[in-house]
């Protein structure tokens, strides 16, 4: 004896399955943050080969060099703090983050990038990280650099249409104190 059923006309208040039901479920997409939105911008420029006719105002703030207390320059400044011993490094990585700066200031896009992330890291770094620099050790500063700019400006970037890593990000660090933007000294 063979069991049939038929559901010709059937109707339910949901699906009519015959068997096991399997459902898509999709997650919604987070929105782009400010700066992926603005590597997708960036990608479209290269890609047509769009380049800025000038320097926005926000990134040409921090191409001026200015002086608050004397100390000019990345290696006075590492000296004044007693980290001269970075010094070759950190022109090494200075220069990285130089060249990459000039690279990709073609793009509009990518100047705000940059403009977003040196204001970031100016930020972080003069109101968070440099009014504790007398009470804690080196390892302590060098903590709080990498984990209040150096580890969020490469998740932030990554590598997507350039490559910003973690010697790059330190980098900007020590372009800024050679713009006098940053200091170790107190």
């Given at each position: 004896m063979s069991l049939q059923v038929d559901q010709t006309g059937a109707t339910a208040h949901g699906d009519v399955v015959g068997r096991d039901k399997i459902a898509h479920v999709y997650a919604a997409s987070a929105p782009l943050t400010k700066v992926e939105q603005l590597l997708q911008k960036l990608q479209e420029e290269v890609a047509n080969n769009e380049h800025a006719k000038h320097t926005i105002e926000a990134l040409a703030h921090f191409q001026k060099r200015r002086t608050h207390d004397g100390v000019d320059g990345l290696e006075a400044k590492l000296t004044a703090a007693d980290r001269s011993d970075e010094f070759l490094s950190a022109i090494e990585k200075k220069e990285q983050f130089a060249k990459l700066l000039e690279r990709w200031?073609?793009?509009?896009?990518?100047?705000?990038?940059?403009?977003?992330?040196?204001?970031?890291?100016?930020?972080?770094?003069?109101?968070?990280?440099?009014?504790?620099?007398?009470?804690?050790?080196r390892v302590k500063a060098n903590e709080l650099v990498r984990d209040q700019i150096i580890v969020p400006v490469v998740e932030e970037c990554g590598s997507t249409v350039f490559t910003l890593n973690h010697s790059t990000a330190m980098g900007m660090i020590y372009w800024l104190a050679e713009q006098c933007f940053v200091r170790w000294h107190t």
């Open positions: 200031s073609m793009y509009a896009s990518a100047q705000e990038i940059f403009a977003h992330l040196l204001a970031k890291a100016e930020f972080e770094f003069t109101y968070v990280i440099y009014p504790q620099l007398a009470d804690i050790s």
